[in-house]
């Protein structure tokens, strides 16, 4: 089929973002253009201004309109913790539990050894330069629990533990209020493996 | 040709994002060696065969299908081992990449596969280079491309106090002016898969690279150059 030269411009934008296959961008791009121009002219409008304001917080590489983020100038964080996660959205789902007074550094990204993304590719120096900083005193490895993200903790461990930083991992177990009945073998084998004197 | 097959015992090599919300998984199995298999709907958040997917866990796969692209739809873990960590994982990751530059899909290497699951398990013990030259040597030998190490191309007997050269697709030969040398006492041990040597153990290292960076063709070695750099640390 051929599309007028803006449409199959926008089509092809939308099908960059990551889930959507052709023929979702297309229907996407329905969809802006015959229902909702307002909605698209918003969504036009908020992209530019995001693009515009939003830059990589010195601190903690997190998107933010100033040059240090709210988060990282809050003098009542704890400033000698530090964690590190992979995505802004890990970030805030350690936010949403008020359970972590410390500070933070998102990699946005993670190793993915078999893929070619190694230290070089998700900026590692940063994160050094970073923990660094003569009032760090434990960096707290938050990447997720997948094969990469362990990988991810190994390596910025190491190289954080060479520099002569306390470095602790994520505890993995069974889920709060999990029953061993329902829970998978997997993270109950790890559990074990993982216990604690009381 | 069967098309179904079910409880097939096997190893995730890796995954990739395929189509919307699928992933393509690279499988190392029992019997039907390396295979790709579609999980259908695997990237939708809480599908229950996407944390079944791991890495460097011994798991029970069933897929159905012919050809190139089979669809998994089945994965069960089979218990007993625990995850990988630290430099064991990335060697892990090393040994899964050789295997899946190296050995060529829907073709079985049952011995392989069990080498690759004791090497699994001996990567989390103490040194892993010896773990991983025997290995390499192990894929190598299987897939045909290490010539036998205690006898010469010529099909005289390896001398322990001898200096050889080792030509690819050819094998043992004299040692020769522009060549690396290989003593024929670290040839013996490497047939003998004894590592213990340091020396044996270091011209293993040259004699691995060489055949793999030869076979690999222009295909990067990813993992390579990642535990490189760990090393430099
Ligand atoms: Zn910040």
């Known amino acids: 089929m051929m599309h007028p030269p803006a449409l199959a411009a926008l089509i092809d934008a939308l099908h960059a973002l990551p889930g959507v296959g052709p023929k979702s961008a297309a229907r996407m791009a329905y969809h802006l253009l015959q229902r909702d121009r307002t909605g698209a002219g918003r969504l036009a409008a908020s992209l530019t201004a995001a693009l515009e304001r939003l830059h990589p917080c010195e601190r903690c590489n997190n998107f933010s309109e100033t040059p240090v983020c709210e988060l990282c100038a809050n003098p009542r964080r704890d400033p000698r913790l530090l964690a590190v996660v992979e995505m802004p959205v890990d970030l805030n789902r350690l936010e949403e539990t008020h359970a972590y007074p410390g500070l933070y550094f998102v990699l946005m990204g993670r190793l993915s050894p078999l893929d070619g993304v190694g230290p070089r590719q998700i900026g590692l120096d940063r994160l050094l330069k970073r923990a660094q900083d003569g009032v760090t005193e434990e960096v707290i490895l938050a990447t997720n629990f997948t094969v990469e993200g362990e990988a991810t903790a190994h390596y910025v461990g190491e190289l954080l533990k060479a520099r002569g930083l306390a470095v602790t991992r994520m505890a993995r177990g069974v889920p709060a209020g999990g029953e061993l009945e329902y829970v998978d073998g997997l993270t109950i084998a790890q559990a074990y493996a993982d216990r604690r004197p009381l | ?233």
């Open chain 2, 1 to 233: 040709m069967a098309d179904r097959i079910d409880a097939e015992p096997a190893y995730i090599l890796h995954t990739y994002p395929w189509k919307e919300t699928s992933l393509i998984v690279e499988a190392f199995t029992a019997h039907h060696g390396r295979v790709s298999l579609v999980a259908r709907g695997a990237r939708r958040a809480h599908s229950a065969l996407k944390a079944k997917l791991l890495a460097f866990q011994p798991l029970w796969l069933s897929w159905f299908g012919k050809g190139g692209l089979k669809t998994l739809h089945a994965a069960e873990w089979q218990g007993g081992a625990l995850h990988l960590s630290g430099r064991a994982l990335m060697c892990g990751f090393y040994i899964s990449e050789l295997i899946l530059k190296l050995l060529p899909p829907d073709d079985p290497h049952e011995a392989l596969y069990r080498r690759y699951e004791e090497t699994l398990a001996e990567l989390s013990a103490a040194d892993p280079q010896p773990v991983l030259r025997r290995f390499e040597l192990d894929l190598l030998s299987e897939l045909g491309y290490a010539q036998t190490l205690d006898q010469t191309a010529a099909g005289t007997p390896v001398e322990a106090g001898g200096r050889y050269a080792y030509t690819l697709g050819v094998g043992v030969s004299p040692a020769a002016p522009d060549a690396p040398v290989y003593a024929g006492g670290s040839l013996l041990a490497m047939a003998a898969r004894d590592f213990s040597d340091p020396r044996t153990l270091a011209e293993a290292k040259q004699l691995m690279r060489a055949l793999i960076n030869h076979y690999l063709g222009d295909k990067p070695l990813h993992t390579r150059q990642l535990l490189l750099d760990l090393q430099a640390l």
